[in-house]
């Protein structure tokens, strides 16, 4: 996800765009984790389950504070079987965080396999249910979907929102599409060159 992350801050000038070549290059302070070296990033990442921890603190200090905004957190599928997620899902209830919205990619694939063989978590929306979330399940490749999501989240009080968005990991690319080898390999110049012409570029 974060090179999707550092495309969206070159745009919102955090950095300059050419920049963005340095793409884990050695030295580079745009690295395959991101950091808070990176201008715009206000919290590491790379260990998987603890985004939603820091958006419960996030959200918290602005109740506290009497601020308001929204905090939105994006989790893997795989990502959720971390026990911490579960610890701030019960967080984020008891505390009726409605300004945190959680948004699943539900992309059915980890990085050794499928979920479901790995460790089964359906039902999914059921379990969020009943940690005190409102639930909402869309398709995550349709943009109106998402949009009407979010803002069905705005509306939703004393209770947190879980988006459960069902994609396909590596959609678009038919070679590359639900499959776990692809999680971290780059493409050789072929493969790169089919990819860009599936997507149309
Ligand atoms: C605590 C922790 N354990 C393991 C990893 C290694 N790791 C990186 S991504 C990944 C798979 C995540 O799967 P998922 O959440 O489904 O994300 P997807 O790749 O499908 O977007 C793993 C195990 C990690 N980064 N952090
Ligand atoms: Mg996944």
Wanted: charged share 25%; glycine share 10%; with cysteine.
């Amino acid at each position: 996800a974060c090179p999707a992350l550092y495309v969206v801050l070159a745009n919102r000038g955090f950095f300059p765009k050419d920049e963005l070549k340095t793409f884990r290059k050695l030295g580079s302070r745009l690295q395959g984790h991101v950091y808070t070296g990176v201008p715009g990033v206000e919290h590491n990442t790379g260990s998987l389950g603890q985004g939603l921890s820091v958006a419960n603190g996030i959200a918290l200090s602005a109740r506290i504070q009497g601020m308001n905004f929204n905090t939105y957190c994006l989790l893997g599928d795989g990502e959720i079987q971390e026990g911490s997620v579960w610890e701030s899902a019960m967080t984020s209830g008891h505390h009726k965080l409605d300004s945190v919205c959680a948004i699943l990619d539900c992309n059915k694939v980890q990085e050794n396999g499928p979920v479901k063989e790995i460790k089964n978590e359906e039902p999914i929306l059921d379990k969020w249910q009943d940690f005190g979330w409102h639930v909402i399940e869309v398709d995550g490749h349709n943009l109106s979907e998402i949009i009407n999501a979010l803002d069905e989240f705005d509306t939703v009080k004393d209770r947190p929102t879980f988006i459960k968005a069902n994609t396909v990991k590596g959609k678009g690319v038919s070679f590359m599409e639900g499959q776990a080898k692809w999680h971290g390999k780059a493409p050789d110049k072929e493969q790169l060159a089919a990819a860009l012409k599936e997507l149309g570029f």
